[in-house]
Every structure is written in structure tokens, then in C-alpha cells.
């Protein structure tokens, strides 16, 4: 080998255990398991074709001890012998390919668990408040409940060593229930379990021993925690060091460091707004600290990868949502195939997302085979058809791509000048650097799939093309909504996909935006971080309102520390050449000073071509993304993924 990556694929031991290069997939819960606690058969092909892919080494998402401790959630226990034979099923899947596998194992979140279905408190170090309802205290374990959660790791460790298991991982991260026995933000015990660091320590410490007991001298233990939980009062990167060396000397192999908690939740799920790599600032600490190996997480690229293990500070890289994106990550870096990677756009909304608002299994926006590997595989049409994209947006990209996997003769028209649609617009600030590469990723795999794309092409409802055509996907997007406001017409006042574009339509330096949705603050961020002075105007009681939670715990801090104003209940009354009227929540009225004005009240259906379309070919034509249902890129490429892969 010889090519910028080749770093990443030199081997490396963790104990006695040698892994075959550095690329690791991080722990990242699936919420696919059984309610039984048994694994499922798409859980054991997600993660086969991960191992498939070239990651040297899969840590599985969080195993439970019990069911009680498990909460509700839908991830594997292993309190019963009847999980084994999945299990196992799940190694030998994984190891055919010379990856190794390790068990992740929890006792539990602790103050972090969803309200319990039978009302009982969640259990802690300490009487501290729950997180997801204050009023209620934590129900601080006893010694003896302490002993039994000990007994419960040496049993359950002792299944996964039967499942075949290449290591076990504590699962102490991020504010869950070990480390609020670890932490003094947490831990108010007076017992040998509380006070000085040694004794915080304790419990971890326990559990170590109490694994070791199970699985023998040589098969490895990892212990992941977060080595700095940003937010005042917790432990800071200092503190973690002694927390290191006390786990060292309790016989962990390896620690699996990175940072955030409960209170700063965005650094356990990174949004686009972190930037690369986020987290590998605590690397060369802990390197200080320690000997044992190093592994980091954290938004890292392929670059980062190479930079993070060429200065020697760690000794494996991890990918977890990169990974969900592109499976053969590693193997197309192998082969010195970067550009061929698709993209994680960092968006949270369909992996974590998709399990934390409707409960249910994890997937991917640009990836809609996450976690169905074998129900939606691409297979070769009996077929072949002659297939006409209307539309190079999200949607229509993805109908294009899979259409042509399924070898079928595909066409693309785009009325732009590039293809991408609004995502062209949405991918223009710095901190959004992987939507533009997904487009960039679209553009290279239609061409090597020879899909014939036709951009500046306007189609029209007589066009031969679609006469000729057996299936014809519109992917037509959306327009802006403009409302019948005074004065929106002005020559200053321009739509956000404009101002997206065409920064020289950006006038003057009070730059108001008017709707505080995601389209509204990412625009207010990337002209606050250009140096303009922004204001949003929303109507609703606050701004953000559709970004997703995890994302918005990111995003509105920056907005604050750019200087972002942000004006919410006003309602827009009437544009003026000097600014805007609004109506305040109270019924006051307000005059906003604006050189210009960028409006950003949504979108909506586009469906003129549509429906003319339809219309005229209504047996053969099918409706994708936006022209459908507005909503954002996982949506769009589901919905095109679905209507290709169906024909």
C-alpha cells in the first residue's frame, strides 16, 4: 500500500487480542432487539455488513444485565442462557471476516432512564433528581443492591465469553449510572462508595474484577467514558486523568475516551455544527496518563483518522455514524476509494432520532438499508426499463442510483445549471461540509453508473422522453412560501435559497431574517459567522422549533455566541426600505432596522409539473420527496429509494 490512508490499516494489539487495523465501530444502540432481550436477525445482518465492510474491530451498542435495568428499551440483555445462541450467530457473522467483536455491557443509565412504566424511581449513586423529571429523587442503591449489580456482571459477562466474544466493554460513559457513581457532581455518598476519587472509583473498579472473574486473564477489557462532560460542575478532562490510572491498575486493556453528558447532550450525538473530530482534543492527555491503548470517537473523517493516529496521542479511531452511512467505509479507503464514500451528513434525525421520538429501530438518511440489509437489498431487475427522473434533488438522485443498480436505462433531467436542488443551497455554510459532499457523492456514482444526466433542461409534459419512458419519478421540490405581506416585494427583501446562493444579493451589514425554523437560524449562523449583524424574527413563541432537539442543543448556543438576535412571538406586519414592522406577542408594535431582508417562512409542495405530468401519464408516473410531502433529506431519499427499488 501506498496511499494516504495506509496508516489506518496497519494492525495493533489491545492485551493478546490483535486487531487488524485501526478503524473501529463505535458502540451506537439499535433499539432492534426482541422484548425478550434476544437479539434480532437484522441487528446480526447490520452488523455483518459492517464487519464486511473492513471495520477491524465492532463494539456493540449497550447489552443490559436485566430487564430491570434495561428499562423498557429495545436492546439485547443478557440475564437468561436463552440469548446465547444469537449471539453466537451474531460473532461467527462478524468474525468470517477477521473482525473482531465486543460485547458492550451496562448496567444501566441510571438518573438518565425514561419515566418506568410501574413508577418506580430510577436508581443512582445518590438521592439526586432524575433527569427526565426533577421532582423525582433516584432511589441511591445499597451495598447489598451494589453486590447483586456485581454478581449480575460476572454472570452475564460469563454468556457473552460463551457466545464467543472477542472482549467486553463497561459501559461507564456519559453521565450513565456508573459514572454517577464516578463523578462528585453525582456522587454524594458518604459510604465506601463515595468521598475521595479512590473511592468514586470503587464501584468501577468492582465491576472489573467482577468480569475478570467470568472471562479469564486474557480476553481483553475496554471501559469507554467520557473524559469531560461540559457543563459547569462537571468533571473536566483533569479530573478524569487520576480516574485513568486508578482504571489502569485495575487490569482495563484499553479505555474508549470522548466527551459530553446528559447536559450537553449534542457531544454524545455530534451534530454538523461541532465540526470534524470534535473530540479528539482529550487524546493527548490521556496519553500522558496512561499506557494501555486509546480509542476516540467523535465526527472523525478519514483525514482526522490519519492525523489522530500518525501523532501517535491514540491508537484507534472510531466511526459510528459514518459507518451507518457507509459500511464499506474502511474497504473503500483500503483501496483508495475516498471519494466513493457516502457521506454521514451528521443530521441525527433518522439514526438516534428514529429511535428516541417514535421508539422504534435505527436507520440513516442517505442510507435507507441501515438496519435492513436484507429486506431492502438492491437486486438486478429481470427487466430492464427505460426510467426518467424529473428532478435532481435528494429524491430524485436516490430514484436515479437505484433505478440504475437495478441495471435499468436511466435519464435525469435538472432545470438548474448542477444538480443537489435545495440541498445545493442548505450545503453553503462552512459547518455543513458533508451535504455538499453527498451531492458531490451523488454526482461521481450516477456517472459511473451511466446515468444520462441532463442539467438546464426544463421538462415539459410533451417531451418525447417521457412518452418513451416506462417509469417516470418527479422529484419537482419545493418553492418558498410567500405570504401576501406589504411591501415583500421590495428589491431588498429576497428569499433564503437566494441569499444561500448569491451572497452579493446580501446588502449592507444588518442583515434580518424573517422565520426562525432550521432554514432561518442556519442561514442567521452562517452570516453571523461571515460578520454580519443578524436578527431572526419569529412568530412563534421561540426559534427552532423543527430542529431536532440534539442538533438545536448545539445550535442555538452558537447562534448566541455569534451574536445572534433573536426576536421570537413577532409577527411581520410590513416590509419598508429601512427594515420591517412586527406585532409583538403582547400587541405592541416594533420597527426592526434592516438593510436587508432575507425571508425564510417555509416551503411548499411543488407540483405545477407534477401533476401535468400525472396527468397525462398517470400509469406510469410516481411523485418522490418534496413535490410529495415537504421534508428533510432522509426523507426525500427514502422516498426515492422506495419508488426506484420497487420497480
Known sequence: MNHPYEKLFTPFHIGSMEVKNRIVMSPMGTNSANPDGRISIDEIDYYEERAKGGAGMIILGAQFLTEDLAQGVLEGIVEKDYVVPLLTDLVDSVQQYGTKIIAQLSC???????????????????????VYNPEVLCHPLTVEEIQTILDQFTDSAARLKRAGFDGIEIHAHAGYLIDQFMSEVWNKREDEYGGTTEKRMRF?????????KAIGPTMPILFRIAMDHRFEGGR?????????????????????????SYEKIDYIFPPAYLGDACMEYICEPARKAVQIPILNSGSHTPESAVRLIESGV?????????????????????YNMREDIRPCIRCNEECIGRIIERNTKISCAVNIQAANEKRFAILPAQTPKKVVVVGGGPSGLEAARVAA??????????????????????????????????????????????????????????????????????????????PPI??????????????????????????????????????????????????????????GQDVMYINKAALMPMLESYGVTILAGHKVLSFEESGLHAEKSDGSK????????????????????????????????????????????GTAVRSGFYAANAI
Open 236 to 260: 473536566t478532562v483533569e479530573e478524569s486523568l487520576e480516574i485513568l490510572q486508578i482504571l489502569e491498575r485495575a487490569g482495563v486493556d484499553a479505555i474508549d475516551i470522548d466527551a459530553g
Open 314 to 334: 491514540a491508537d484507534f479511531v472510531m466511526f459510528g455514524r459514518a459507518l451507518i452511512a457507509d459500511p464499506e467505509l474502511p474497504n473503500k479507503l483500503r
Open 486 to 543: 406589504p411591501g415583500i416585494d421590495g428589491e431588498h427583501v429576497i428569499e433564503a435559497i437566494e441569499a444561500h446562493l448569491h451572497k452579493e444579493r446580501v446588502l449592507g451589514e444588518n442583515i434580518v431574517i424573517t422565520g426562525g425554523g432550521l432554514t432561518g437560524c442556519d442561514l442567521g449562523l452562517e452570516l453571523a459567522m461571515e460578520g454580519k449583524k443578524v436578527t431572526i424574527v419569529e412568530m412563534r413563541p421561540e426559534a
Open 590 to 633: 416594533v420597527y426592526i432596522q434592516a438593510d436587508t431582508i432575507i425571508n425564510a417562512f417555509g416551503m411548499k409542495k411543488n407540483t405545477t409539473i407534477a401533476e401535468l405530468i400525472r396527468n397525462r401519464y398517470s400509469h406510469k408516473t410516481n411523485l418522490i420527496g418534496d413535490c410529495v410531502k415537504i421534508g428533510k433529506v
Open 405 to 482: 443498480l437495478k441495471g435499468h436505462e436511466v435519464t435525469l433531467y435538472e432545470k438548474e445549471a448542477t444538480i443537489g436542488g435545495q440541498v445545493t443551497s442548505a450545503a453553503t455554510p462552512e459547518f455543513k461540509g458533508q451535504l455538499r459532499a453527498l451531492i458531490d457523492w451523488y454526482e461521481r456514482q450516477l456517472s459511473q453508473l451511466h446515468v444520462n444526466v441532463q442539467v438546464n433542461y426544463e421538462v415539459k409534459p410533451d417531451d418525447t422522453a417521457l412518452e418513451t419512458a416506462d417509469h417516470i419519478f418527479i422529484g419537482a421540490g419545493a418553492v418558498p412560501i410567500t
Open 204 to 212: 468501577a473498579v468492582e465491576i472489573v474484577q467482577a468480569i475478570r
Open 108 to 130: 444501566g443509565t441510571g438518573r438518565n432512564a425514561l419515566p418506568d412504566r410501574f413508577g418506580k424511581p430510577p436508581v443512582s449513586a445518590s438521592a439526586i433528581p432524575a
